[in-house]
T-cell receptor
Framework: AQSVTQLGSHVSVSEGALVLLRCNYS??????LFWYVQYPNQGLQLLLK??????LVKGINGFEAEFKKSETSFHLTKPSAHMSDAAEYFC??????????FGAGTQVVVTP | GAVVSQHPSRVICKSGTSVKIECRSL??????MFWYRQFPKKSLMLMAT?????????EQGVEKDKFLINHASLTLSTLTVTSAHPEDSSFYIC??????????????FGPGTRLTVL
């Protein structure tokens, strides 16, 4: 069975500082991995995904993530936080048959 | 591309009534649609998977007679909450996926529907 662990339910960063959100997964098959962002009272927006190929994946809004098979990790980073990055972030891994297993989410707060 | 809409965005109803939520994929044909429920400050809980033209597959613990799902076409799925009670109040989100569009499990999400049962 697949599972996702997001370390840290809340992360506070200063505007302009590095954003690092941690995600570890377990999967019995080569995984597809995703990061989604959710703004208050909205659905989820796909930030980026890893399927095959290059392990460093670039997404929207300046985010990127690196798939590290040896560490079973898919951490999300952004070099310089912006106030608009304040949101909830979810890491997800495929469960097969199109289903996704989501992590518990990480709330990002950006301080001026 | 990959736009998914939901209607209504908010609904308030009285206890005992039924509420229908629509989920549409606007620019692609969705072979599969998913319905999630999200409690405040929590992650998404998958309720059911619906494939066009076939019965929905419900997750363990989800009452199929209470949460009726219909996937009548490749662009529309509906979730009907029957005989709603206050404990059904929640944020319901749908997503759509197309194997024909891409061979990964990427899901595209609707904006969600906030249901409040009085």
């Amino acid at each position: 069975a697949q599972s996702v662990t997001q370390l840290g339910s809340h992360v506070s960063v200063s505007e302009g500082a590095l954003v690092l959100l941690r995600c570890n997964y377990s999967s019995s098959v080569p995984p597809y991995l995703f990061w989604y962002v959710q703004y208050p009272n909205q659905g989820l927006q796909l930030l980026l995904k890893y399927t095959t190929g290059a392990t460093l994946v670039k997404g929207i809004n300046g985010f990127e993530a690196e798939f590290k098979k040896s560490e079973t990790s898919f951490h999300l980073t952004k070099p310089s936080a912006h106030m608009s990055d304040a949101a909830e972030y979810f890491c997800a891994v495929t469960q097969g048959r199109g289903k996704l297993q989501f992590g518990a989410g990480t709330q990002v707060v950006v301080t001026p | 591309g990959a736009v998914v809409s939901q209607h209504p965005s908010r609904v308030i109803c009285k206890s005992g009534t039924s509420v229908k939520i629509e989920c549409r994929s606007l620019d692609f044909q969705a072979t599969t649609m998913f319905w999630y429920r999200q409690f405040p400050k929590k992650s998404l809980m998958l309720m059911a998977t619906s494939n066009e033209g076939s019965k929905a597959t419900y997750e363990q613990g989800v009452e199929k007679d209470k949460f009726l799902i219909n996937h009548a076409s490749l662009t529309l799925s509906t979730l009907t909450v029957t005989s709603a009670h206050p404990e059904d109040s929640s944020f319901y989100i749908c997503s759509a996926h197309s194997r024909k569009r891409e061979a990964t499990d990427t899901q595209y999400f609707g904006p969600g529907t906030r249901l409040t049962v009085l």
